[in-house]
């Protein structure tokens, strides 16, 4: 098993930063791709970004290259999820979720509690 837990939500003005993260811990040896997702008020959750486990190789959802980043600290077992310019639209929560596959957007086996970030204008 494996356990994800999200900090570095909260409530910012439009134009700001923000720097969420994702901790990992049980068997994270197991882990070949994280990612984030969010899900805004009534819509369905949404892929954001995914990074490698072991490269660093990442991918990314259209809507938000160029603003979003996603890194990893694998001495710390947590992933980073760098929001700039934040927008109205990007109010959500955010989940980390941890894939045992080589999938991007789908089929992931362990997801956290959700962060919640909002954006006000």
């Known amino acids: 098993q494996v356990q994800l837990v999200e900090s570095g939500g909260g409530l910012v003005e439009a134009g700001g930063s923000l720097r969420l993260s994702c901790a990992a811990s049980?068997?994270?040896?197991?882990?070949?791709?994280m990612g984030w997702f969010r899900q805004a008020p009534g819509k369905d959750r949404e892929f954001v970004a995914a990074?490698?486990?072991?490269?660093?190789?990442?991918y990314y959802t259209d809507s938000v290259k160029g603003r979003l980043t996603i890194s990893r600290d694998n001495a710390k077992n947590t992933v980073y999820l760098q929001i700039n310019s934040l927008k109205p639209e990007d109010t959500a929560v955010y989940y980390c979720?941890?894939?045992?596959?080589?999938?991007?957007?789908?089929?992931?086996?362990?997801w956290g509690q959700g962060t919640q970030v909002t954006v006000s204008s």
């Open positions: 979720a941890a894939n045992r596959g080589s999938k991007w957007v789908d089929a992931y086996d362990y």
């Open positions: 049980g068997r994270t040896s197991s882990i070949y791709t």
């Open positions: 990074i490698r486990s072991f490269s660093d190789t990442t």
